[in-house]
């Protein structure tokens, strides 16, 4: 096996066991519906058994200390579709995930995506990426700047 691989895969068994720690509603081990592993990540989906309401989803991510809220945007105005989250691991704990949250057509939150990362250069450059990626279509309800995100970093 490759050691990229290994990585990924302790990083994933890492994730599995301390989320439900810190946020057991959304991140319990019966909620973890499909692993993929990549060459630089693996992909965790979670499926809620009762959707919650975004700020509900907003309000655990931002009650862990772990976890840096990276922005929360809506993609089309006045419309309960099209919320979306993200947070990051703070690089100083020693783990590397990012969680991707968006609201169904009922506005709730059903699935959570969380990307682990095999080093900090990658995960660093994903999260600015989407940053990027996310200005193209409807706007930011709250952003961390590029400044901030690279402090959390170097």
Same mark, same amino acid.
């Given at each position: 096996?490759?050691?990229?691989?290994?990585?990924?895969?302790?990083?994933? $068994?890492?994730?599995?066991?301390? /989320?439900?720690?810190?946020?057991?509603?959304?991140?319990?081990?019966?909620?973890?519906?499909? #692993?993929?592993?990549?060459?630089?990540?693996?992909?965790?989906?979670? $499926?809620?058994?009762?959707?919650? $309401?975004? &700020?509900?989803?907003?309000?655990?991510? $931002?009650?862990?200390?772990?976890?840096?809220?990276?922005?929360?945007?809506? /993609?089309?105005?006045?419309?309960?579709?099209?919320?979306?989250?993200? /947070?990051?691991?703070?690089?100083?704990?020693?783990?590397?995930?990012?969680?991707?949250?968006?609201?169904?057509?009922?506005?709730?939150?059903?699935? #959570?995506?969380?990307?682990?990362?095999?080093?900090?250069?990658?995960?660093?450059?994903?999260?600015?990426?989407?940053?990027?990626?996310?200005?193209?279509?409807?706007?930011?309800?709250? &952003?961390?700047?590029?400044?901030? #995100?690279?402090?959390?970093?170097?």
């Amino acid at each position: 096996m490759h050691r990229y691989n290994m990585l990924i895969e302790d990083g994933i $068994e890492l994730f599995k066991i301390s /989320a439900p720690l810190m946020v057991p509603e959304v991140f319990a081990m019966s909620n973890l519906q499909d #692993v993929e592993i990549h060459e630089d990540e693996g992909i965790l989906m979670y $499926e809620l058994p009762r959707p919650i $309401e975004f &700020e509900d989803m907003l309000n655990y991510l $931002e009650d862990q200390m772990e976890f840096i809220l990276l922005y929360y945007h809506r /993609a089309l105005e006045d419309m309960k579709f099209g919320l979306s989250c993200c /947070a990051y691991s703070n690089p100083k704990y020693g783990h590397m995930f990012k969680i991707n949250v968006a609201t169904n057509v009922d506005g709730l939150c059903e699935q #959570v995506y969380v990307t682990i990362y095999d080093s900090l250069d990658d995960m660093y450059g994903e999260i600015l990426k989407e940053l990027h990626n996310k200005r193209t279509i409807g706007k930011y309800l709250y &952003e961390k700047s590029e400044a901030s #995100v690279m402090g959390d970093f170097f």
